[in-house]
């Protein structure tokens, strides 16, 4: 049994700054691309950013120079630090992980929960 579990969403003025936490435990071999989706009310679920074990982070062009995404691989964690937050960064943010359970397994897709982000003044 795996299971995601996210920390650190709120409400948060405009130009303010949050840091979202995902941390995966269970049976877990390897996990090898970590992200962090959002989904606005009406909206359908975006891809915010990604880290691969090894490679190259990815950001949407929305969030480029604003949004910061890390990991501990040693903690199974992935992190998401949000600066000059806008309004339309509000949203459910979730945390992936693509896991394999064995040496040999395919990667499985898992999700956290979801965490509520909201800038408003």
């Known amino acids: 049994q795996v299971q995601l579990v996210e920390s650190g969403g709120g409400l948060v003025q405009p130009g303010g700054s949050l840091r979202l936490s995902c941390a995966a435990s269970?049976?877990?071999?390897?996990?090898?691309?970590m992200g962090w989706y959002r989904q606005a009310p009406g909206k359908e679920r975006e891809l915010v950013a990604s880290?691969?074990?090894?490679?190259?982070?990815n950001y949407a062009d929305s969030v480029k120079g604003r949004f910061t995404i890390s990991r501990d691989n040693a903690k199974n964690t992935v992190y998401l630090q949000m600066n000059s937050l806008k309004p339309e960064d509000t949203a459910v943010y979730y945390c992936?992980?693509?896991?394999?359970?064995?040496?040999?397994?395919?990667?499985?897709?898992?999700w956290g929960q979801g965490t509520q982000v909201t800038v408003s003044s």
């Open positions: 992936t992980a693509d896991i394999k359970l064995t040496i040999n397994g395919p990667d499985f897709r898992y």
């Open positions: 269970g049976s877990i071999f390897s996990i090898t691309v």
């Open positions: 880290i691969p074990s090894g490679g190259t982070r």
